[in-house]
């Protein structure tokens, strides 16, 4: 029935906009990409990209992703037939995009996050999935849609980065099986990948060591978190790369780590905290403040400066007994 609805909408719908979530990451962007070059090939349809944030450095590669615009760019008085959303585990994850869904004629939400609460007209949200592109590629395939070498492009990047390339616990057989269907139809997995984690700037590289340097420990090691203020990326020359993407993988790596996280400074009063663990249901700790995501990989905005934050987040943890 959900399939039928998607189709129904794209066929129905003279202008379409698709939307990433703030602070896009891999999977929401080449989600995002593989939407727009399904469109573009199977329905002939040209859609419409936003990005609330912008674009990491990492991400230039994607297919298509010249054709994202900015939100500065949109006429927010804007009404859309469709809106469809990537990725997007809540609606206010869409920032000031989230007019342009709240105005649309017709609105999907596509997504994997076990917290995501079905905010749209239609809901294709599977929270066993690795990524929400192994969520398009089963859709895909139910919709009989054509995959261009650019479509698999874009949905590998997906699911690469949001298992961490296949060693998170959320890689699956399925994960594996989307995978390999996209390698069929000439996705290099070697380039990929090393667009993805061997093309960082040596400021970047120089930044994570300054900041895993700088950790902090307690609970007999069993929590690890580093502070990220704004200084500290002006100082290592930030321009456009996430300088802090993978910072809390390296943390959570330490042995003795069962849960780690960074909080980054992000303005006057509100802190960004990206969590992880090994075993640990971090989800429940970062919907305190309104965020979520996923049992091993969750994260939230806390209007509080980091140095709070962080209290505040040793103390949901210490509170759930999680530590």
Known sequence: MVIEQIDSNIKHSKNILLVSHINPDGDTLGSMCAMYSAIKDNYRKKCDMVCVSDIPVTYKFIPYIDEVKNIAEFDLSREYDLVITLDVAALDRCVDA???????????????????????????????????AEVLVNLFEDMGVKFSLETAVCLYVGILTDTGSFKF????????????????????PDVIYQKCYESQSKDMVLFQSYCVNKAEFCNDD???????YKKDLE???????????????????IVTTEIAFVVKEVGTGISKVSMRSKEKDIAQVCSVFGGGGHKL??????????????????SEI????LC
Not at 102 to 127: M, S
Not at 169 to 185: P, Y
Not at 235 to 253: M, S
């Open 98 to 132: 989230g007019v342009l869904f709240e105005r649309a004629k017709n609105t999907i939400n596509i997504d994997h996050h076990q917290t995501n609460p079905l905010y749209a007209g239609v809901n294709l949200v599977k929270p066993d999935a690795s990524a929400t």
């Open 169 to 188: 616990s959320n890689t699956t057989t399925n994960t594996l099986n989307c995978a390999s269907k996209l390698l069929a139809f000439g996705v290099k």
């Open 222 to 228: 069993k929590i690890a978190y580093t502070i990220v």
């Open 235 to 253: 100082k290592f020359n930030n321009k456009g790369e996430d300088f802090t993407d993978g910072l809390t993988e390296k943390l959570r790596a």
């Open 297 to 314: 990989a969750a994260g939230a905005l806390i209007k509080a400066n980091p140095e709070k934050a962080v209290k505040m987040i040793l």
């Open 318 to 321: 210490k509170n759930k007994n």
